[in-house]
């Protein structure tokens, strides 16, 4: 890419959004701290990092060294000694031991507290049951659950005696579990009979003896009774849970483990087809998710937060579990989807639960959107005090919608941009300091050195795009591709000059506030201007008919690329389409330019999306050139959505 060829970026956001005074007042982060942490970073970086690790964890050794950085290998507290587990339960024992550590409401209404004591004693338990049954420090557990308690139980008794655990969400398929499982040489997988979706039972555990008939490693597997079907337990290998705690001993110490001991492989898919075991580890990780807890999330002894992701997503690791646990925070969980039984169960929940920190994603944002902000008027959501973004960018249109709807003009919103491979959140506003706009991500948070960069590494000017990358090393990035150093080298280290690719593309603006373009990928060259998918769909979803839409390029002869927009009705427009095509192309026209006008409008009740809810673009590409569609449909949540956009194609 030439500087010429720079990524066109051409969305207009002028409305902003400054800290209320009521806020600002109780924030965590006081503005004149932020500026001596900022300054820190800057002229004493690893004095930085110190004071935040000494702050934010316990150590049963301190470090004799703060970073050992050999790009792109990094160490961070080395020699230091710690546990995660010991971080997320023992410390809080002495203050909190009645708190409520975790609120579960499960799909069908039910409800569990469970105190910090009672998870400290439930994961001692099960930390004898892992010991007992053989498994050692060091050794990989996968992890396939639903989202149940016993799931956090799981994770937290892994890291309490040095087992890495690598948990595959509940709902991917046996061939995913037999990639994982093999790729981790996992010796252990944690189970349950069954999960429920939208009132369907899922059958986790034949999901498991599927795959397995293709692992070797796998010697012993554990099986939580969730849904009471029936299941094989196979001799020798299978053991239920309850069977297995009820005779365990209530004795169990934490493991003092290296700051640099593995902590977890979650995979995540890459361009290419193998997915890529993403591995962190122990002391930086945890240093840098508590402390994003405390300034993002602004969290109080006093808050329920909650945070919607799965556990199997890495923000259901950093944001349901290891920060708002280290932090002695209640985290809430919910098992179902959000729209079981209706389109209002979330906001049930809140007003049920008195949920004061609410963090979801766009793409559920949008669903809410559509479905009308009628399923939100029922509820009382005045408990809600900051909301949070996270997964792809917001388009402005739904953060104006969240703001006005959700939190009611009073909440600060936290559009946090971050990454399975980079451990937590690194740029995001800091509600009582930074000023907001719809859609932008502001600024990175102290300590983290993020950059737009052409294909030399060279800054490029504000308002133009080009490729986000990350200049410094940070404690809670990703240490390698688990068992693929060449493969990690490849992937992020050598696009650009000594600095971390993030496969995003992204510009700053003049008050140089990140706006991220979605991943490069997803960047499409019309008529010799590179143009962000993500901008048109804005200016899509900004017309009052359109509820959701995606973008995607096609081979076109004179322009080189040509966009389709796929495009999701709101309901009181489905039954204008003939019209609403060119409507739509002029809109998107007027909105960023004529370059940026569709060349195609196609009309579908959904779009192809992964489980977590991510567009499956490549398809949609597939569709828009007319060509088979090829590949791993795996994680496509309903497949027939595929055939009718296709059966659309032919008509
Ligand atoms: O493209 C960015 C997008 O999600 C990617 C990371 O995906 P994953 O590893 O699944 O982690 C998602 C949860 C952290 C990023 O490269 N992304 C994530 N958050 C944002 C975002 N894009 C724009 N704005 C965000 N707030």
């Not at 504000?462 to 490729?467: E, F, L, P, R, T």
């Not at 002869?557 to 095509?581: M, N, P, R, W, Y």
Request: aromatic letters at 10%; hydrophobic letters at 35%.
């Amino acid at each position: 890419m030439t500087t010429q060829e720079n990524i066109t970026s051409v969305l207009v956001e002028n409305r902003i959004f400054v800290p209320h005074k009521n806020f600002i007042e109780q924030a965590n982060l006081k503005k004149e701290e932020y500026e001596r942490l900022l300054l820190k970073a800057n002229t004493d970086f690893e004095g930085f990092w110190a004071e935040l690790a000494e702050r934010n964890v316990h150590w049963f050794k301190k470090w004799d060294k703060v970073l050992e950085w050999k790009e792109p290998f990094s160490k961070w507290f080395i020699g230091g000694k710690t546990n995660v587990s010991y971080n997320c339960l023992d410390r809080h024992l002495k203050d909190k031991a009645n708190k409520t550590a975790l609120i579960w409401v499960g799909e069908n209404d039910e409800k569990r507290t469970i105190t910090y004591q009672e998870l400290f004693n439930e994961v001692c338990k099960f930390s004898n049951v892992l010991l007992n049954l053989g498994i050692k420090d060091g050794d990989r557990v996968v992890i396939y659950m639903p989202l149940i308690p016993e799931a956090v139980v799981a994770m937290l008794a892994c890291t309490r005696i040095g087992a890495v655990h690598s948990i595959v969400f509940g709902g991917f398929s046996q061939e995913a579990i037999l990639d994982r499982v093999n790729d981790a040489k996992a010796k252990m997988v944690i189970t349950a009979d069954g999960g429920y979706r939208r009132g369907q039972a899922v059958p986790l555990k034949l999901n498991v003896d599927n795959a397995l008939e293709k692992c070797s490693s796998v010697e012993k597997v554990i099986v939580v009774q969730r849904i009471k079907n029936k299941i094989d337990l196979k001799s020798g290998r299978d053991y239920w849970y309850h069977e297995l705690i009820n005779n365990a001993s209530l004795e169990n110490k934490a493991c003092e483990l290296d700051s640099e001991h593995p902590l977890f492989i979650l995979y995540t898919s890459g361009t290419t087809g193998k997915p890529k075991g993403i591995l962190h580890t122990t002391g930086g990780y945890l240093t840098w998710v508590t402390q994003t807890t405390k300034w993002v999330f602004d969290i109080k002894d006093k808050d329920t937060y909650w945070c919607t992701a799965d556990v199997g997503w890495i923000t259901g690791h950093s944001y349901v579990v290891y920060g708002p646990l280290s932090c002695g925070a209640t985290t809430l969980l919910y098992e179902g989807a959000p729209n079981h039984p209706d389109w209002g169960r979330f906001w049930k929940i809140v007003e049920e639960n008195k949920v004061s920190i609410f963090y979801t994603a766009p793409t559920a944002i949008r669903a809410f959107m559509k479905a009308g902000s009628e399923w939100v008027k029922k509820y009382d959501l005045s408990s809600l005090r900051l909301l949070g973004s996270v997964g792809e960018p917001i388009n402005p249109e739904a953060w104006m919608w969240y703001h006005k709807n959700i939190g009611q003009e009073r909440c600060p919103i936290v559009d946090t941009w971050w990454q399975t491979e980079t451990g937590g959140i690194l740029v995001s506003p800091l509600p009582g300091i930074t000023t907001t706009k719809p859609g932008s991500a502001t600024v990175p948070l102290p300590g983290i050195f993020a950059s737009v960069v052409d294909e030399n590494g060279n800054s490029v000017p504000s308002d133009q795009g080009g490729y986000m990358v990350i200049k410094k090393p940070w404690p809670s990035m990703l240490r390698t591709i688990y068992g693929n150093d060449e493969r990690y080298v490849q992937t992020y280290w050598s696009r650009t000059k000594s600095a971390y690719f993030t496969g995003d593309g992204a510009h700053k603006d003049k008050d140089d506030f990140f706006w991220m373009l979605g991943r490069v990928d997803d960047v499409i060259k019309v008529s010799g201007h590179l143009l962000s998918t993500m901008e048109v769909e804005s200016a899509l979803v900004s017309h009052s008919s359109v509820a959701e839409a995606a973008v995607v390029g096609y081979p076109d002869e004179i322009k080189g690329e040509a966009l389709c927009a796929f495009v999701v009705l709101k309901q009181s427009a489905s039954d204008h389409q003939s019209t609403l095509s060119d409507e739509l192309k002029q809109h998107v026209a007027k909105q960023i330019g004529p370059v940026a006008k569709p060349d195609q409008v196609r009309f579908t009740e959904v779009l192809p999306k992964t489980r977590s809810g991510k567009i499956m673009r490549r398809l949609l590409r597939d569709i828009a050139s007319g060509k088979q569609t090829v590949g791993d449909t795996t994680t496509l949540e309903d497949m027939s959505v595929l055939e009718k956009l296709r059966v659309q194609d032919e008509e």
